[in-house]
């Protein structure tokens, strides 16, 4: 297990109230399973210049990480068995931080001469710049957009000369899009976390792309964050009368989709009813919706379940309404899985009689679920088919969700029997809190902050989230 205290103080501001002896302790002795280690920031500096007209800060920081054993199963039977430090030194530009280099070091070092060792240069317009240490290029970034990124062309460049790295021979913007277009290129590899991610979605989403372009760029969607983002429903409104062949193209894709059992693609799944649902015409929606409707609730038929419960939620919207039959055959099918143990199956049925206003069904069922003696024994059913829809729930049963959650909250706070699972007890009780943060009063959330601070040490707290508006 590896901590780092640098991530821990940047993004996690609220354990700076608690004190961080008691933290890190807890944090390594009680997460040690047979090593781990705690690295820390001794010191940092840094410079300012400028490359070509560009503010860039060159940091450098010393890091010290500390390694420990477990001996035992006990909690707190935990040695050091060994320390070491390194350098990392960093370029900044428009608050983003990009690696240079990393470097083994001692406890006492002079930050000043690994920033002296940092050169840099930028092509006449600014699109690439390339910063190296000690002469030896490390990474090529290119500006997309606002921001810069670190370039997909840069992995040939890394460890040349500075000074012999061609910058002007690396393709242009434009060479640059059509690499992004046809795969040949992937700037975002996952989701669109970072501020470069958003700023490169930003850039590409106001490229109007050819027939022939969308077609090429279409075989990414919906798996590739970029390419999400470009279809969105705007865009696809804007071209599906315009492009006759990439329409015909992204129907069959849906369609085919959705008939099938790709349940292990549920993220997706949205994406393509959604599409579907656009571009179809009205017999064309009547077609799938009797092909799938005797699929619905069924094992792995993970498609055709969201396919409804997304045709109900989109019914005001779209031309073609689901017909009333299927509604009432999904409805009673949903009522008799009620009773089953599937949980992903009830947790579905109960949603999709939500959605139609089937209160009384609902109602039925939640009463038996909400049960505080046999709570923690069925959690995972609680919390799959009461808290993971509780949006859809009305008002009043919402209201009846709350009141059930602070009798168990109070109720697990004072019960003898949590005593034999006194390690997990903090974490378990705080679930219950933070389900509640921003659902009840700010008073009610600070009684019960109050008494979980009086009843269990303040490592524990970490647990606890924090509500913006009871602060």
């Known amino acids: ?135 030896k290029t ?90 999400e983002a470009y279809f969105n429903p705007k865009r696809i409104n804007q071209i599906k009368d315009k492009y006759v062949d990439w329409k015909k193209l992204a129907k069959e894709k849906a369609g085919k989709f959705l008939q099938s059992n790709r349940g292990f693609m549920k993220k997706q799944i949205p994406n393509y009813i959604q599409l579907f649902l656009m571009l179809s ?35 005001n919207e779209t031309e073609t309404k689901l017909e009333k039959r299927y509604i009432e055959q999904i409805e009673a099918k949903s009522i008799r899985v009620l009773q089953g143990t599937r949980v992903k199956r009830v947790k579905s049925a109960v949603e999709f009689l939500l959605l139609i206003g089937n209160h009384e069904a609902v109602q039925r069922h939640l009463n038996e679920l909400l049960n505080v003696e046999s709570y923690w024994d069925n959690e995972y059913r609680v919390k799959r088919v009461v808290n993971e829809n509780y949006d859809f729930y009305p008002a009043k049963m919402q209201q009846q969700i709350t009141a059930f959650y602070e009798s168990l909250f109070y109720d697990y706070m004072q019960t003898n029997e949590a005593t034999n699972d006194y390690r997990r007890r903090p974490m378990k009780i705080s679930k219950v809190y933070n389900f509640l943060l921003d659902k009840v009063s700010c008073e009610k959330i600070k009684k019960m902050r109050k008494r979980y601070e009086e009843q269990f040490d303040r490592g524990s707290r970490v647990f606890l989230e924090k509500s913006d508006s009871c602060d």
């Open 138 to 227: 490390q990474v090529i970034l290119q500006k997309i957009g606002k921001l810069y990124y670190e370039s997909p062309y840069g992995k040939e460049y890394e460890q040349q000369s500075l000074s012999q790295t061609d910058l002007t021979s690396l393709p242009n913007e434009v060479s640059f899009l059509q690499d992004v277009i046809h795969n040949r290129v992937r700037i975002i590899s996952g989701n669109v976390q970072t501020p470069a991610d958003q700023a490169f979605v930003q850039y590409f989403s106001q490229q109007n792309l050819s027939e022939q372009e969308t077609i090429a760029f279409f075989d990414q969607w919906p798996n590739r964050a970029l390419a």
């Open 281 to 315: 015409e009205k017999e064309e929606v009547q077609k799938l919706d009797a092909t799938l409707v005797s699929k619905w609730g069924g094992t792995f038929e993970d498609v055709a379940t969201a396919y409804f419960l997304e045709r109900i939620k989109m019914n």
């Open 1 to 135: 297990m590896n901590i780092n205290l640098q991530f821990i103080k940047t993004h996690l501001p609220r354990f700076r109230a608690y004190s961080w002896l008691t933290f890190l302790t807890l944090l390594v002795l009680g997460s040690c399973q047979r090593s781990c280690s705690l690295t820390r920031v001794v010191k940092t500096d840094s410079k300012k210049i400028k490359v070509n007209g560009v503010p860039v800060t060159i940091r450098a920081a010393l890091k010290k990480t500390t390694r420990y054993r477990r001996n035992s199963r006990k909690l707190f039977d935990v040695s050091k068995t060994s320390s070491s430090y390194r350098v990392v030194v960093e370029v900044e530009i428009e608050g983003e931080e990009y690696l240079v280099q990393t470097l083994p070091a001692k406890a006492k070092e002079d930050l000043e001469v690994y920033e002296d060792k940092v050169t840099l240069k930028a092509t006449s317009n600014n699109y690439y710049l390339a910063a190296a240490y000690e002469d």
